[in-house]
């Protein structure tokens, strides 16, 4: 009696989940950290991004691993800044697509620039380098420098008050003089 009342109820499960409609439906994956589900970094590095391209403090994020559509979300807006007079600011919620090496379609995230306040709206990892895009102009990093999440308010070296240094690839050095 048992087995075929599991049977009349999972029957229908099975053919829902098989069917046409259950199959047009993105999955979408909403999480929070807990222990058994990946943090928002640990979903970074496993699409090959360090963990230091988002600071400290994302609360949950969510992600429709099918079209790699994600938001992450922050306990507030962040801002800090890294040595080369660098200034970043990221909102409390980061959205955009995410693949294998690659963010795009950014939203959440600027970078000063001189005066003016330019959006990041792509980031693509190249070997050891990551490419970082404001639509109109680009610069590459050395991947070494994000292994470690900045933190709202003091960056890389909250403990000494010190703004930290972001090393540049030498062969964008002079365009970022110019234009970053």
């Known amino acids: 009696m048992g087995l075929l009342l599991t049977a009349i109820f999972i029957a229908p499960l099975l053919l829902l989940v098989q069917s046409p409609l259950a199959t047009s439906f993105p999955l979408t994956i909403i999480v929070s950290d807990t222990e058994d589900t990946p943090s928002a970094y640990e979903v970074l590095q496993g699409y090959n991004f360090p963990i230091g391209i988002l600071p400290k403090g994302v609360e949950k994020y969510d992600l429709d691993e099918s079209m790699g559509r994600f938001h992450a979300y922050l306990n507030g807006s962040c801002s800090f800044s ?12 980061i959205s955009g697509i995410i693949s294998e090496n690659r963010l795009k379609d950014l939203s959440g995230i600027s ?9 990041i ?3 693509v990892r190249d070997g050891d380098e990551l490419e970082f895009s404001v639509g109109i102009a680009s610069a590459s990093f050395p991947i070494d420098n994000f292994y470690e999440c900045p933190q709202c308010g003091c960056g890389l070296d909250c403990v000494n008050g010190k703004v930290s240094k972001l090393r540049i690839k030498p062969s964008f ?5 110019n234009l970053w």
């Not at 007079?85 to 919620?93: E, F, I, N």
């Open 82 to 93: 890294l040595e080369g007079s660098y200034q970043l600011k990221y909102k409390s919620t």
């Open 111 to 119: 970078v000063k620039v001189l005066f003016l306040w330019l959006n």
């Open 121 to 123: 709206v792509e980031v």
């Open 173 to 177: 050095s002079s365009i970022l003089t």
